[in-house]
């Protein structure tokens, strides 16, 4: 315990994302499992859902919770909109003093232990619990736990749809401390093949595609190493066999140069990355507060109103939202 509590006085002071919101009627989801990660849960559904609805766990990033990412990163609206349910796994500050979720102890990433079983768990159990499309399953994260919905797209492929990761880390990247500063910092750089086995790992038996993955990152972000958005594109290009640098297209979105957007496609032509690149964004969620269709979110401590809403535009990869 003593080991865990000083790994998280270093990497929460680097991985810090947003502070605690108010209540923003979320319910907690108790008995869900054996829980061998030890955390708590909650969850949201919007009036009128209907059944066989989707599913998104959204992960947090270190010193905020529940309440707080679903206030910032305007979740609980995008269910409101387009009848899905929306699930916020929390952190106890008994595994970790500053609320990070543990993506740098091997033994909270694996396969069947620790966190990421606690979070598979709470996926599953809602999903039966609430009779939803357990085939409709998506995740995405901010910070550390952006660096946690790769572990959960690792760890249990068959358990999600697609995924997005924002301002985090490719899977495995670190196994303690030393090697957690590090990677912040993208000195974690290793082969495309070390990435692939690193996942491939966690699923010997396992034979199908992996989860698309949409990838968000601020160009200049001072605490998590834009070089880990190369790092993780070439983690998840490598389970699909695919070139990194021969994209299907590369463009600049909502009329400006700030938002440039890439486009990997596999042989059918189906999508499995997109890579959003965001100058100025820094270390924080994209959001664009306003009552447009395609704005939402909240400005806050690494919140920032870029004119992009990340959210969204995660909920459009999922195939939650109609293409225009």
Known sequence: MYRLFTISLYLAAAMAACQPAADTGLI???????????????????????????????????????????????WNQLAEDNGFAVLYPQQKRTNNLKNCFNWFVPED???????????????????????????????????????????????????FRAGAVMSGIPYAA??????????????????????????????????????????????????VSSVNADE?????????????????????????????????????GATVLLRYDLDGLGHAIAVDPGEGPMQGGAEGDFSKDVDFFSSYWAARFFGLIPDN
């Open 28 to 74: 907690e989801i108790r008995d869900f499992g054996d829980n061998p990660g030890n955390l708590r849960g909650y969850y949201y559904t919007p009036e009128n859902m209907p059944g066989g609805a989707p599913l998104v766990v959204v992960l947090h990033g270190c010193t905020q919770d529940a309440a707080g990412i679903a206030h910032l990163s305007g």
């Open 109 to 159: 990433i694996s396969r069947g232990s620790g966190e990421a079983r606690s979070i598979r768990q709470m996926a599953a159990h809602l999903a039966r619990e609430l009779e939803l499309d357990s085939n409709r399953v998506f995740v995405t994260g901010i910070s550390a736990g952006g660096a946690m919905a790769a572990v959960m797209l690792a760890a249990y492929p068959e358990g």
């Open 232 to 268: 993780l594109a070439e983690q998840w290009l490598s389970l699909y066999d695919l070139d990194p640098v021969a994209p299907a297209e590369v463009k600049t979105m909502n009329g400006t140069a700030l938002v440039k957007r890439t486009t990997y496609q596999d042989s059918a």
């Open 174 to 223: 670190a196994d303690g401390l030393s090697a957690g500063l590090q990677a912040m910092k993208g000195k974690a750089a290793l082969p495309a093949e070390e990435w692939e086995s690193r996942v491939r790992r966690q699923n010997a038996g396992y034979a199908a595609p992996y989860p698309p993955l949409a990838i968000f990152h601020g160009t200049d972000d001072p605490i």
